[in-house]
């Protein structure tokens, strides 16, 4: 695997390489993103992928700076995954004065869920994706559907700028009792791991619900919420909605079941198509 840490140097090493398949994240890396990078190397012979923890998209009080930074891990993952190149620009490679231009995505789709805890959020993820995607030109990107709203956000960003890039989502991977894979994980007591998948039962008990015809949407929510609380849990929100921009559920809209809840300390996320 070649690392890069300047632009030029990895647009020299892409040049007349191909098309290739790229996966950008911000380090810290499991197996969920090397999922991914196997994934990836289906779609295109060249697979790319980055590590920038991106200062764009962290709120003035989040943990930018004890973001975990692992290098030297993520780099054997990469290499015994078959990535050929490694971007991982510092971030005066990347932002080298202030960056002034921005992707503001519609407020309707980062107002919600997330987003609505975190001004400016998925305006800084779409930024700093589209400028990768501009350093990369990749002609496949992939992303996981466990963050789901930026996998929303940057379908509807590729889509309505006419970015000539596929984005191919990756199915979250999970522990076998069900737990969606996260670096949060590893906050979690003993106790709590254990307690940890009902959030995935409760999705689960929901994508039954409806697959059954059952349509109380708001009915199905409170319950799965009462569950997590009567189990300790803060929940957040559990809540049904049309995959293509997370709005409530359409006729004729294909849907997805999303949860976020606190279970003690950390805050756990997960989702499920229907
Ligand atoms: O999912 C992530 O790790 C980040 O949001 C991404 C897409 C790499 C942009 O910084």
Known sequence: MQIHHTIASLRAALAGQG????VPTMGNLHEGHITLMRQAREHAPVVVASIFVN??????????????????????????????HLFAPDETEMYPSPQRYHVIPDAAHTDILEGAARPGHFGGVATVVLK????????????GKKDY????VLRNMVQELALPIRIVPG?????????????RNGYLSPAE?????RLNRVLRQIKAALAAGDQDYTRLE?????????????PDYITIRCRSDL?????GESLVVLGAARLGTPRLLDNLEI
């Open 19 to 22: 098309p290739v398949a790229f």
């Open 55 to 84: 200062r764009l998209q962290f709120g003035p009080s989040e943990d930018f700076d004890k973001y975990p930074r692992t290098f030297a891990d993520d780099c054997a993952k990469l290499e015994a995954a078959g990535v050929n």
């Open 132 to 143: 990768l995607f501009n350093i990369v030109q990749p002609q496949v990107a992939l992303f």
């Open 149 to 152: 709203q930026q996998l929303m």
């Open 171 to 183: 199915d979250t991977v999970r522990a076998a009792d069900g737990l969606a894979l996260s670096s």
């Open 193 to 197: 791991r254990e307690e940890a998948p």
């Open 222 to 234: 409170t319950e799965a919420q009462d569950e997590l609380r009567a189990h300790g849990w803060q």
């Open 247 to 251: 709005q409530p559920p359409r006729a």
